[in-house]
């Protein structure tokens, strides 16, 4: 095999033009069997083979610096920069991570795992190459899908300026994780069909030189294209036109399938799967329902439908009732703000970890407008997740914003019911944190008036330790519950349901007969729940013990491991409050 003799990206000098065929066959071939047992990023890797080993073959890595926009297009790079045994040694497919990762190798200048970043870190990393008196090449990868990312668009704006070494290779595969919306798409494919003449040319408005290539999976022509910018003094765009999921035929006809794939998905694909019901399907079937009835709800997704259910065929029903704003967390804030403030009813669904990028909008646009919007947070909860899609912050982002209300359903009925108050009222934006993991149900409607806020549930009344079990911990707290009987205790249990605020009234009545007040989170302690109730008891006798994550970025660190690190056991949960009982 010539992958055998490719341990560093000089080793690439010695090939022909037809070894680096071969070996852009061989590292198609070890991608596809390591994230078929694994998981990971499919389509993205393999379409970016050929450019990899051109990028590599042409320019001199690390002195010249590649900044990989969101890495989900990074295996190849990784291969060919000494950690091939992570993708050829099955003992070793998770001894690296799958993004870029400066701790792993010298050829990874960041850790990056969200989009639209990359031309604004290489901004940075070429100015401070040109203020140093350096001499070399900064080159930033980006996706089409990536480009309608805010930050991209800033990135670009200013990196046009700078009057030097500058390279965008910008991968164009028609895609993004699903299909790419919006208007900059029309003159992407305008410079497709015109072999990159196109008078309209958004890059050359922009102020960058600009140069294509058609064919995106010819390691000869991407050489032949690189070679001619290399060097450069002035900021340039490579504008590539390449095929995702290139060398698995199912991966090229199945492309948002095959953008971010679970183990097993190359044998097991368009086999019958069993139906469950999960949360993903109450929320679909509430917003078709809602569409049937001709109300003007607007389902709001930024470019990550795979993440809540919204199958193609679901989008395509949803017609003008469904928005894809792309890679845009942002302005889908505003979008929805806006759309709630002209009496529509927007319903916008987020994943955890792109939460921090609306902060601006929410506090502004959103809550400082009041306008009632509802947002559904997906994911929530720490986890053994790469650092960089984390989804224990949200709750402390979201929930210290002034008139944003953030709910924590724990079942099936809750959810339902807080769904109905939310897309009805007129009053806040509200939030809800979609439970994480299976479906719970109680069988039983419930009845809340979420109108009514922060007002807890008391599920079961004790004496001397109430349990607060916040959203997904309320198993954790019933749990918590049980065991302190066999210490002769019979706790409180309490479900909060509301992360925005506390129920003074509640919170009060407890002192005539608790010492200690234990609150459970699924989430950073810091800024989140627990401290507002720790805050509440301040000057007061009660002991308050708050269980959650710690503020710290851990990266695939196992859940079990880190339960263990934060007392999140019923064992250490008594444990802890035993000890200060006594």
Not at 100 to 116: C, N, R, V
Not at 546 to 551: E, L, P, S, T, V
Request: a negative charge.
């Amino acid at each position: 095999m010539i992958l055998d003799k490719i341990n560093m990206p000089s080793d690439l000098r010695c090939l022909t033009v037809e070894d680096m065929k071969t070996l852009a066959s061989e590292m198609r071939e070890v991608i596809i069997k390591k994230v078929n047992t694994i998981g990971g990023h499919m389509g993205p890797n393999l379409g970016i083979v050929e450019a990899t080993i051109a990028m590599h073959y042409v320019f001199s890595s690390p002195v010249d610096k590649f900044i990989f926009d969101v890495s989900h297009q990074c295996y190849p790079h990784k291969i060919l920069t000494g950690r091939k045994e992570g993708f050829i040694d099955p003992d070793k497919y998770l001894k690296y991570t799958g993004y870029t990762a400066p701790e792993e190798s010298e050829h990874d200048l960041f850790k990056i795992g969200h989009t639209s970043t990359s031309v604004s870190l290489a901004c940075g990393v070429a100015k401070a190459r040109d203020i140093k008196g350096e001499k070399h090449n900064v080159i930033a990868l980006i996706g089409d899908g990536s480009l309608s990312g805010g930050e991209a668009l800033e990135g670009l704006d200013n990196a046009a300026t700078l009057g030097s070494n500058f390279i965008v290779i910008v991968n164009d595969n028609e895609m993004s994780i699903a299909e790419n919306y919006g208007g900059l798409y029309d003159n992407l494919k305008l410079l497709r069909v015109t072999n990159g003449q196109a008078e309209c040319n958004f890059f050359k408005t922009l102020g960058f030189d600009y140069l294509y290539v058609e064919e995106g999976n010819n390691v000869e022509k991407l050489i032949e294209a690189f070679s001619k910018v290399k060097d450069t003094t002035s900021p340039v765009v490579v504008h590539i036109h390449t095929e995702k999921g290139c060398g698995l035929e199912l991966a090229e006809k199945n492309k948002e399938a095959f953008h971010w794939m679970v183990p097993g998905l190359v044998d097991n694909f368009g086999k019958p799967q069993a139906e469950y019901e999960c949360y993903e399907a109450i929320t679909k079937k509430f917003i078709s329902d809602k569409v049937e009835k001709g109300e003007p709800v607007v389902a709001i997704n930024a470019g990550t439908p795979g993440v809540f259910g919204f199958t193609k065929d679901f989008r395509q029903k949803l017609g003008k009732h469904y928005t894809d704003v792309g890679i845009a967390e942002e302005h889908a804030v505003a979008y929805a703000s806006a759309l709630a403030k002209c009496g529509a009813k927007p319903i916008f669904c987020v994943m955890s970890s792109f939460v921090q990028r609306t902060y601006d909008q929410m506090s502004q646009d959103l809550c400082l407008n009041n306008s009632p919007i509802t947002m559904l947070v997906h994911w929530g909860g720490l986890s053994g997740a790469d650092a960089t899609h984390l989804c224990s912050f949200d709750m402390s982002l979201i929930s210290n914003i002034p008139n944003m209300v953030y709910l924590a359903p724990t079942c099936k009925e809750e959810y339902q019911a807080m769904l109905e108050y939310s897309y009805n009222q007129n009053e806040h934006p509200v939030a809800i944190r979609v439970p994480a993991g299976m479906l719970v149900s109680t069988g039983e409607k419930d009845t809340t008036d979420y109108s009514q806020l922060n007002k807890f549930k008391l599920v079961e009344k004790g004496e001397k330790v109430a349990i607060l079990g916040l959203g997904n911990f309320f198993t954790l707290a019933k749990e918590v519950k049980e065991a302190l009987k066999t210490q002769g205790i019979d706790a409180t249990l309490i479900n909060p349901k509301f992360i925005t605020g506390v129920d003074s009234e509640l919170l009060e009545d407890l002192k005539a007969n608790h010492s200690v007040v234990v609150t459970l989170e699924d989430g950073m302690l810091d800024g989140g729940f627990g401290e507002k109730i720790a805050r509440f008891y301040g000057n007061s006798d009660m002991k308050v013990l708050n269980f959650g994550g710690m503020k710290e970025f851990t990266d695939r660190v196992p859940i079990e491991e880190l339960y263990e690190r934060y007392h999140l056991t019923p064992e250490l949960i008594v444990k802890d409050v035993t000890k200060i009982l006594k």
